[in-house]
């Protein structure tokens, strides 16, 4: 699997939107671009998913860069809940493994 | 109702001791998984089932036994456990084991710490 790369710590105020990005330079055209988060204590939860297009659903928005090397996840109107580590995942689509990164922790600031 | 639930939460012991965790899901699903989480939170695969069959097997020591008795449950056993096994054990769920996009159900977690 790719290895990505995301940025130690956001920070963002509460009712904004918070854009998290992340590098995937290597990844293969077979690789999806997965994102999960953690919030403290708790299991790792799904966000998103997607491979070449920009995918939405209730959760978030994930934005892939046409050359597929970088993508972001954006929470259009954060929340205190939304404080969490984010991992930015890229997996083939024939295997079954995640391999966690050490991902972003945001922070939503009142 | 929870998807995917563990038993116990906490878990204090003794070193070499044995002792296990328990998993299950009530998703229907075909594929479950272990993680670990250590102090450094770095969340690693250990061990993957599909249909109760081994499909993913980490360089994990043998004392730790995956046992899966039917494809809702997956169960952890530790064996002879050690102060470096100290750790947060998740366990996941997913339909498959592989195909496009599959996703991962994770159960809260067993906090393990060992003495």
């Known amino acids: 699997d790719a290895k990505t790369t995301q940025p130690t710590s956001m920070d963002c105020a509460e009712g904004r939107a918070a854009n998290l990005p992340c590098n995937h330079s290597?990844?293969?055209?077979?690789?999806?671009v997965y994102w999960y988060r953690q919030i403290h204590s708790q299991g790792p939860q799904y966000i998103i998913h997607g491979l070449k297009n920009n995918e939405t659903n209730e959760m978030a928005s994930l934005i892939i860069t046409e050359d597929r090397k970088s993508s972001t996840l954006i929470l259009p109107h954060a929340t205190l809940r939304d404080t969490a580590v984010y991992y930015c995942?890229?997996?083939?689509?024939?295997?079954?493994?995640?391999?966690f990164g050490e991902g972003t922790q945001l922070t939503v600031n009142p | 109702d929870t998807a995917v639930s563990q038993t116990p939460k906490y878990l204090v012991t003794q070193m070499g001791n044995d002792k296990s965790i328990k998993c299950e899901q009530n998703l229907g699903h075909d594929t479950m998984y272990w993680y670990k989480q250590d102090s450094k939170k770095f969340l690693k695969i250990m061990f993957s089932?599909?249909?109760?069959?081994?499909?993913i097997n980490e360089t994990v020591p043998n004392r730790f036994s995956p046992k899966s008795p039917d494809k809702a449950h997956l169960n952890l056993h530790i064996n002879s456990l050690e102060l470096g096994d100290s750790a947060v054990y998740f366990c996941?769920?997913?339909?498959?084991?592989?195909?496009?996009?599959?996703?991962?159900?994770f159960g809260p977690g067993t906090r393990l710490t060992v003495l």
């Open positions: 996941a769920s997913s339909q498959s084991d592989r195909g496009l996009g599959d996703t991962q159900y």
């Open positions: 089932y599909n249909n109760k069959e081994l499909i």
């Open positions: 290597t990844i293969s055209g077979n690789e999806y």
């Open positions: 995942i890229v997996r083939v689509t024939s295997g079954s493994r995640l391999t």
